[in-house]
C-alpha cells in the first residue's frame, strides 16, 4: 500500500531533550516536507526537500532541523525542544514539485507536546 | 506572499442537503489547488486536485472548481451524509515570490452533518 509513515504518533517530552521525529514514503517520490498544525494558525511549513541531500526551510524552521540521506526518509529533529514546539506534525511527499499534478499526500501525524 | 482564506469557518446542515464551501487566494500563479479532508485528531486525506489549467474536478459527490483569474475556489458536496462531517482544508502550490515548493493551507471549514 502506497503511504507516508511516521513514528511515533505521540510523543510526551520534556525541554531540552533531543527527539527525532521519521518520516517514510514507499511511492518513491522525490520531493518530501515538515508542516506543522496548530490551533488558529493552520498548518504552516517547517522545511522541504526537493531530492536527497537537498533541503531548504519553509515559513517556520526555527528550533528544527531535517537531513534527506535516503529518497524514501526526512526525519525531524529538535535539538533542543521548548514547550511552543508542541504541535501535531505532519510529513508529506510528491512527485516532483514543479509541476501542474504535484500532489502532495499526508503521513498521519504525529502529536508532540513538550513539558 | 500567497493567503488563503476560507468561508464559513464553520457550517452544520440537515443530512441530504447540497452544499459549497468557499476558498480563496491572493495570488492567482498557482500551480494547483488541492482540497483535503481532516478528521478529529487525524492525518489529511486528499480529495481533489486541481490543475491551473483546469476548472474543475470531480469525485463521486464531490465537485471541485477553480477560477485562477479571481482567486477562487469552491468544494461543492452533494447529498451531504453525516459521514462528511470533518474539516476541509483548501490548499493552493506555488504563487510568485518563491513559494513554489510547499502548500498554504487555508484554516478550514469545519463542517457537520446532522442525521
Known amino acids: 500500500e502506497a503511504q507516508v509513515t511516521q513514528n511515533p504518533r505521540y510523543l510526551i517530552t520534556v525541554t531540552g531533550k533531543k527527539l527525532t521525529v521519521t518520516c517514510s514514503q514507499n511511492?518513491?517520490?522525490?520531493?518530501m516536507s515538515w508542516y506543522r498544525q496548530d490551533p488558529g494558525l493552520g498548518l504552516r511549513q517547517i522545511y522541504y526537500?526537493?531530492?536527497?541531500?537537498?533541503?531548504d526551510k519553509g515559513d517556520v524552521p526555527e528550533g528544527y532541523k531535517v537531513s534527506r540521506k535516503e529518497k524514501r526518509n526526512f526525519p525531524l529533529i529538535l535539538e533542543s525542544p521548548s514547550p511552543n514546539q508542541t504541535s501535531l506534525y505532519f510529513c508529506a511527499s510528491s512527485t516532483y514539485a514543479g509541476s501542474l499534478t504535484h500532489e502532495q499526500f499526508f503521513g498521519p501525524g504525529t502529536r508532540l507536546t513538550v513539558l | 506572499k500567497q493567503e488563503v482564506t476560507q468561508i464559513p469557518a464553520a457550517l452544520s446542515v440537515p443530512e441530504g442537503e447540497n452544499l459549497v464551501l468557499n476558498c480563496s487566494f491572493t495570488?492567482?500563479?498557482?500551480?494547483?489547488l488541492q482540497w483535503f479532508r481532516q478528521d478529529p485528531g487525524k492525518g489529511l486525506t486528499s480529495l481533489l486536485l486541481?490543475?491551473?489549467?483546469?476548472r474543475e474536478q470531480t469525485s463521486g459527490r464531490l465537485n471541485a472548481s477553480l477560477d485562477k483569474s479571481s482567486g477562487r475556489s469552491t468544494l461543492y458536496i452533494a447529498a451531504s451524509q453525516p459521514g462528511d462531517s470533518a474539516t476541509y482544508l483548501c490548499?493552493?502550490?506555488?504563487?510568485?515570490?518563491?513559494?513554489?515548493?510547499?502548500?498554504?493551507f487555508g484554516k478550514g471549514t469545519l463542517l457537520t452533518v446532522n442525521p
Open positions: 495570488d492567482s500563479a498557482i500551480y494547483n
Open positions: 526537500s526537493m531530492n536527497v541531500e537537498v533541503t
Open positions: 511511492m518513491n517520490h522525490e520531493y
Open positions: 490548499a493552493v502550490n506555488g504563487g510568485s515570490g518563491g513559494s513554489n515548493y510547499k502548500l498554504t
Open positions: 486541481i490543475q491551473s489549467s483546469q
